[in-house]
């Protein structure tokens, strides 16, 4: 019945002239970068699940297949699973067989490396990466972004904590370079909106073990008094790219004072409470589908297949160079449960969009926040604005 | 709004349209889990139907004398009898049922199921399910062709129109939209279907005899965002002169003169305007207001908002019954 349906509905399509049956089958993979041996999270509900993003991949190919039967166009999406080591070769590997969609979970350095290896032949999008530099002198003309960057997710969190008036921040940041940029771009945010930090402390990892048997009795004297004797402050905010600290924060601190940032009230893409502008359809699909609750790789990784999905769709059978410039032409959008249309950043390849602020149980607010206005898209009041790029791709 | 003012416009009004006595208005309050009925008259709330969960698409029989509710959290679809409020057998629904539409006739009734990516036609008298079609991706929008002869689903996530053979069940036409399509309503000649694109902000008109857009209408409003233009619930009047577009955040319905195609008028009304239906008598034209709370009451001869009335938490959809 269901097979008939289709059949039918093709033919329908093939009689009228409105529509043209283009055959086209449409590859992509998704290339994921593992790091050996990367110590274990601090909460085991963190320990990421073995399919994360490659989920969201087989969500993206199921819709884009579902509608493309209405087109007679085909999906599929290879994943791949790389080391450092062997990224490059995987990447080589993907290029030369054809495939010029390539979505890559990766480190920003890697991500970098793995765009230039594409060259002109493949468009690659960064699932994963949120580094600011990957924006700005990392940039690349083939190199788009569904994740949002940490500009984005950090001025998502300083427009709200402006609006509620909790604009005194005690910053606390990790020892590692990718907690330092992100303790970079707090300090920007609250620059752009007019917040104050009033005490910045570094948290030295000193490295061991995660976890022990014994380990809060440590953290319960430890975390109170790592936050003692700093200046009156509205929030602590946390810098914790590497989870080193962060979640012990809440219900530790010196001062009672809520935790936002790394722990506590989170900047996110997407959060397995977030139910409004259809978003349950999303969860209720995926977690038939993969068994868990989605994660934000894994909407990432599923916009950036939805991408192509909805180039393949409107340019009706377009080749890589026509796909690639309907994504960047003011024509294309994307629909993805965040209540409007996203869209690319021509100065950076960067997709705008909303972003959620959740803690463990709901999505508490949604930025960009209303009062905080644009000229052209508020959505561009997150993140690295066009007078500001330091990209020239 | 003055209150003289108000008070002048509002008894021309039940003057004017002079509503058959026991008109009602159902309006299904999404979060506040019931359905407010309101006087056609007066319209005042006269009573609350409780006893569902996650009420949405709400229609009635065309004799008015049972009224279909999508229960989407109980996964079916709720009747009531619209004289005694009276809780009748349910329908299946499939899925997460949202929108759907009833044959001109009264039977079947077509269902949009979010989550399954099909259509489930139901026998509304022996509560079987008779087909069910499978469509686009998160299926939402449904219309029926005033002849009966073909029902359109709109899928939310795959942008599309399909048009399904009423008698065969069979998709017989795709027509691609803008993104994010909620709502499909043919013009009364069925000429023309109008689609609305709520991500997308447009509404397609397409001519049903070549499956071909002819237009689509933007919609712009100044001091309004333009991403919160986002076109939703759509009716048009008996005569096919006019569209009214119901524009979501922009707490905006905006008026499209359908021989022109083009936007004569925007309706301050409530927050998050969302569905939209009109009294039986067609002179007036209610909107659910999902943020504020309330319905908006509109004349339809003259394109004025004249109140607003508090129902539920979060009002989806609404339908009047004479």
């Given amino acids: ?73 085909k999906f599929t999406t290879e994943t791949v699973i790389a080391t450092p080591e062997t990224a490059e070769a995987e990447m080589q590997k993907l290029v030369d067989a054809g495939i010029w969609w390539i979505v890559v979970m990766a480190d920003a350095d890697t991500t970098v490396k793995l765009a230039d290896i594409a060259g002109d032949r493949a468009l690659v999008l960064n699932a994963a990466a949120t580094d600011d530099t990957l924006r700005a002198e990392g940039c690349r003309a083939n190199l788009l972004h569904t994740a949002p960057s940490d500009a984005m997710l950090t001025d998502a969190l300083a427009q709200y904590l402006v609006w509620k008036k909790w604009d005194e921040w005690f910053l606390i940041e990790g020892s590692h370079p990718e907690d330092k940029a992100l303790a970079e771009a707090y300090r920007r945010a609250a620059t752009k909106f007019g917040a104050k930090i009033v005490e910045e402390r570094v948290f030295e990892d000193t490295g061991g073990a995660r976890r022990s048997d014994s380990g809060t009795v440590q ?23 590497s989870d080193v600290f962060a979640v012990h924060l809440p219900y530790h601190t010196w001062e009672p004072r809520p935790v936002v940032g790394s722990a506590g009230l989170t900047p996110e893409s997407w959060h397995p409470s977030h139910e409004a502008w259809g978003a349950t359809q999303f969860q209720t699909r995926f977690e038939r589908q993969a068994g868990r609750p989605a994660q934000d790789e894994d909407y990432q990784v599923w916009m950036a297949l939805r991408v192509l999905g909805e180039a393949a769709t409107r340019t009706q059978g377009g080749d890589f160079a026509a796909i690639h410039d309907f994504v960047l032409s003011d024509g294309f959008d994307l629909a993805a449960f965040k209540g409007q249309k996203l869209t690319f950043r021509d100065w950076d390849g ?15 607010s949604v930025s960009p926040q209303a009062e905080f206005l644009h000229q052209v898209s508020q959505l561009d009041t997150l993140g690295i604005d066009r007078p500001e790029t330091q990209c020239k791709k | 709004m003055r209150p003289a003012q108000f008070g002048i416009l509002l008894a021309s009004v039940a003057f004017a ?111 079987q399910v008779l087909a069910e079609v499978p469509v686009g991706v998160e299926p939402e929008g449904m219309g029926v062709s005033p002849d009966g002869k073909i029902v359109v689903n709109t899928s939310e996530t795959t942008n599309m129109a399909h048009m399904i053979d009423t008698e065969t069940y069979e998709i017989v036409a795709n027509v691609l939209v803008d993104s994010r399509p909620r709502f499909a309503q043919y013009t009364p000649d069925g000429k023309f279907l109008l689609v609305s694109a709520e991500i997308g902000g447009t509404v397609s008109v397409i001519d049903t005899a070549t499956n071909e857009i002819v237009k689509k209408i933007g919609f712009e409003v100044p001091g309004v965002l333009p991403e ?34 083009e936007v004569t008028d925007y309706l301050l009304v409530g927050q998050r305007v969302w569905q939209l239906a009109f009294s039986p008598d067609g002179k007036l034209l209610y909107t659910t207001n999902g943020n504020s709370n309330d319905i908006s009451i509109i004349d339809v001869a003259t394109d004025k908002v004249l109140k607003s009335v508090q129902v539920g938490e979060q009002p989806w959809g609404v339908v009047a019954v004479p």
């Fill in chain 1, 1 to 73: 019945m269901k097979m008939k349906g289709w059949l039918l509905a093709g033919a329908a399509l093939v009689a009228s002239a409105a529509w043209a049956v283009d055959g086209t089958e449409y590859r992509a993979a998704v290339l994921r970068v593992d790091v050996p041996n990367r110590p274990l999270p601090i909460s085991r509900l963190d320990v990421p699940p073995e399919d994360l993003g490659f989920a969201g991949a087989t969500l993206g190919t199921a819709d884009n297949a579902t509608t493309g039967s209405f087109m007679g166009q």
């Fill in chain 1, 219 to 241: 953290v319960q004297g430890q975390m109170p008094a790592f936050t003692q004797r700093a200046p009156a402050h509205d929030v602590v905010l946390a810098a914790d790219r």
């Fill in chain 1, 350 to 364: 960067q997709l705008r969009q909303p972003i959620l602020l959740a803690y463990d149980k709901v999505v508490v």
């Fill in chain 2, 17 to 127: 349209a002079g509503p058959a006595l026991a008109e009602k208005i159902f309006v299904s309050n999404e979060k506040g889990n019931t359905v407010t009925v309101l006087d056609g008259a007066s319209h005042e709330v006269i009573h609350t139907i409780e006893g569902m969960q996650r009420p949405r698409g709400i229609t009635a029989s065309p004799d008015g004398k049972h009224v279909y509710v999508c229960a989407s959290d109980d996964n079916l679809v709720r009747v009531y009898d619209a004289e005694t409020y009276e809780e009748l057998p349910s329908l299946p629904s499939g899925p997460d049922p949202e929108l759907f539409v009833l044959h001109p006739s009264g039977n079947p009734l077509y269902i949009a199921n979010e989550d399954d990516n099909i259509v489930t036609v139901v026998d509304v008298e022996t509560r």
């Fill in chain 2, 228 to 261: 919160a233009l986002q076109p939703v619930g759509v009716r048009v009047t008996a005569d096919g002169a006019k569209a009214y577009v119901a524009l979501g955040p922009a707490n905006r319905v905006a008026v499209v003169d359908l021989g022109t195609l």
